[in-house]
């Protein structure tokens, strides 16, 4: 069955990086896109980007563009998503999620990293 | 302030139907793209509940249902049941450059 594994929390002081990473399982790696999502505590859910495993290519979003780094090693099926600058409003939940064939939906989803910033 | 609107909350007796509405614009729902529907139950990842607009995973009782019109789309729960007390969030396309895969702010159902 297919399965994203998240590594475990983290927690950062300001202006550190952070980088987690998402291990697939169970289904071809590079045929599908994996995204990232994150949830501040008590809030929703915000698009980060993703990343085409099979080519490395990535799109971010606009927000996000100047400090997100999502890369991949196919050779252990697992994407990464690296956070730099990490300021307190980083903290969040942090998802990878599988996109279901160019669709625009997500069926698949990490169990999530908690990233906490703080001095 | 999230791309799609969502009321913050709903809620209905046990074996009542509770609706969540999702509101777009031009860029989005309006512009043809399908809206997509999460459940999250507290402290886990959101799980699929909705694809294309109204159709359900396999797994997906289907007392859930989805419909889509013009700039707006609807999640309806009818039967509702005590383990349907949970967030959900409504998600779609957005053409513009900002985000590309937007959600609503979450609406979260209690079951009085």
């Known amino acids: 069955q297919v399965q994203l594994v998240q590594s475990g929390a983290e927690v950062k002081k300001p202006g550190a990086s952070v980088k987690v990473s998402c291990k697939a399982s169970g289904y071809t790696f590079t045929g599908y896109y994996i995204h990232w999502v994150r949830q501040a505590p008590g809030q929703g859910l915000e698009w980060m980007g993703w990343i085409n495993p099979n080519s490395g290519g990535t799109k971010y979003a606009q927000k996000f563009q100047d400090w997100v780094t999502m890369t991949r090693d196919t050779s252990i099926s697992t994407a990464y998503m690296a956070l730099s600058s990490l300021r307190s409003d980083d903290t969040a939940v942090y998802y990878c999620?599988?996109?279901?064939?160019?669709?625009?939906?997500?069926?698949?989803w990490g169990q999530g990293t908690l990233v906490t910033v703080s001095s | 302030q999230s791309v799609l609107t969502q009321p913050p909350s709903v809620s209905g007796a046990p074996g009542q139907r509770v609706t969540i509405s999702c509101t777009g614009s031009s860029s989005n729902i309006g512009a043809g793209y399908d809206v997509h529907w999460y459940q999250q139950l507290p402290g886990t990842a959101p799980k699929l509940l909705i694809y294309?607009?109204?159709n359900r995973p396999s797994g997906v009782p289907d007392r859930f249902s989805g419909s889509k019109s013009g700039t707006s789309a609807s999640l309806a729960i009818t039967g509702l049941q005590a383990e349907d007390e949970a967030d959900y969030y409504c998600q779609s396309y957005d053409s513009s450059l900002s985000a590309l895969y937007v959600f609503g702010a979450g609406t979260k159902v209690t079951v009085l």
């Open positions: 999620a599988r996109e279901a064939l160019s669709t625009g939906y997500f069926e698949y």
């Open positions: 294309g607009n109204s």
